[in-house]
């Protein structure tokens, strides 16, 4: 049996041929009592509308494309890519996703390739920067570019990201308020070939600590390891080899915070009878090992990246094109007044 057209469709839905078109392209313009007859109706005739013909007719792919610098399986990644797909999949559109966009080879693959394919309608970049010649080659295709937590605006037709900067110093300023006196603040190393957003976590650590210059047996350090898939075992063998455990730690992530929580406890180490301990995301599992965190909401910012994509697609001109958001500080129980339980 041959596959149905569009005109059998349309035919056999008692609809017609533009709405069965709308229904697959621009659900927005039609009922949902239409769109699921019309939909019900395709899958009974095995009909698939064609994204070429589309493309063809309106001079859009009804494709977007997400770079992140890590894999789609990574828990920031995985919600802001629901976030995006929550408003772009109701819109008709389809994700491409380009992972590991971190590597001076995959970054020429991407941008060399993309304008001349063409075949995206608009681009998320995720968490990192990009050069300004790679700005240059996406704006070739005309298509509006989205930043989520990236450095910088500078580039982008609109961004949306929270201050990690900002994030950081409230976590360290919580510790030195609490009363704590020797401080970490431990992540994994920069890569030179990528500007990520969560490395300015670092700056807003430092800036709080030296607030406290001159004071009286305040001490403060940065610990560094490298990045990988092993940085929270190597974390943790830097944190145990310091002449002076610390009263107080900040960590770039919650998935450095979480395993060091869990894994300290074996040492002797007790959150937060001996120390406490502030991670960065509230990811998942943060709530379930009672760990106090800045959250952020990357499900939301992909929505609202991709509210901001839909727009700039149809010509709109943003309101508020580029937006800051601040991490909230979300208390639980690693962290206590020091000296009040020790």
């Not at 406290?212 to 929270?232: C, I, N, Q, Y």
């Amino acid at each position: 049996m041959d596959k149905a057209g569009i005109r059998e469709v349309a035919k056999a839905a008692g609809v017609s041929i533009s709405t069965v078109s709308r229904a697959f392209t621009r659900p927005e313009l039609v009922s949902e009592r239409t769109r699921r007859k019309v939909l019900d109706t395709a899958d009974r005739l095995d009909f698939n509308i064609s994204r070429s013909a589309t493309a063809l007719k309106s001079g859009q792919t009804y494709r977007v494309a997400m770079l992140m610098n890590e894999e789609i399986t990574s828990w920031f990644n995985m919600e802001v890519f629901a976030g995006i797909n929550s408003v772009m999949h109701d819109a008709g559109y389809d994700i491409s996703l380009f992972q590991h966009v971190d590597t001076g080879e995959n970054r020429r693959d991407f941008f060399t390739n993309l304008p001349v394919r063409r075949n995206v309608d608009a681009v998320f970049v995720t968490s990192f920067g990009v050069e300004p010649e790679e700005i240059q080659q996406l704006q070739r295709i005309h298509v509006p570019i989205i930043g989520i937590n990236t450095p910088s605006q500078e580039g982008f037709d609109a961004t949306i990201s929270i201050d990690d900067e900002d994030g950081m110093f409230s976590s360290a300023q919580h510790l030195i308020n609490l009363g704590h006196k020797n401080i970490v603040y431990v992540c994994s190393d920069a890569v030179d070939s990528i500007n990520s957003s969560i490395d300015a976590r670092g700056q807003g650590f430092i800036r709080a600590c030296k607030t406290m210059e001159g004071t009286h047996d305040f001490k403060w350090r940065v610990l560094s390891v490298p990045r990988g898939k092993t940085f929270a075992d190597s974390a943790l063998t830097a944190l145990l080899a310091l002449d002076e455990f610390p009263d107080g730690i900040c960590c770039q992530t919650d998935m450095m915070a979480i395993p060091l929580v869990l894994r300290l406890d074996r040492y002797g180490h007790r959150t937060p009878r001996d120390y406490s301990i502030i991670g960065f995301d509230d990811s998942a599992y943060a709530d379930t090992v009672n760990l106090t965190t800045m959250r952020q909401d990357p499900f939301a910012m992909g929505r609202a990246a991709a509210r901001k994509a839909v727009k700039l697609i149809a010509g709109e001109t943003l309101e508020n094109p580029y937006e800051v958001v601040r991490a909230q500080l979300v208390l639980r129980g690693t962290d206590s007044v020091y000296g009040g339980d020790r």
